[in-house]
């Protein structure tokens, strides 16, 4: 597979992956917290996964 088809298919990975997160979270998880404590989490795991999916198309954008 190419450089290209691995970025994209970690894209696509990452994206499930968080909204799995996000699902398990509300689920379970987002009845001990009030709505800032969960809208912080949101957040943040945003942050994270396009902080991850930045990195690996920077790397290939920087080949």
Same mark, same amino acid.
């Given at each position: *597979? =190419? =450089?290209? $088809?691995?970025? @994209?298919?970690?894209?696509?990975? #990452?994206g #499930?992956? !968080?909204?799995?997160?996000?699902?398990? !979270?509300?689920?379970?998880y /987002?009845? $001990?917290?009030?709505? !800032?404590q969960? *809208? #912080? @989490?949101?957040? @943040? =795991?945003?942050?994270? /996964?396009?902080?991850?999916?930045?990195? *690996?198309?920077?790397? !290939?954008?920087?080949?």
């Amino acid at each position: *597979m =190419s =450089s290209l $088809g691995l970025r @994209v298919s970690g894209t696509i990975v #990452v994206g #499930v992956a !968080w909204l799995v997160f996000i699902l398990l !979270w509300l689920a379970f998880y /987002a009845g $001990g917290f009030d709505f !800032w404590q969960n *809208m #912080v @989490v949101f957040f @943040v =795991s945003i942050i994270i /996964a396009c902080g991850i999916i930045a990195v *690996m198309w920077i790397q !290939w954008a920087l080949k």
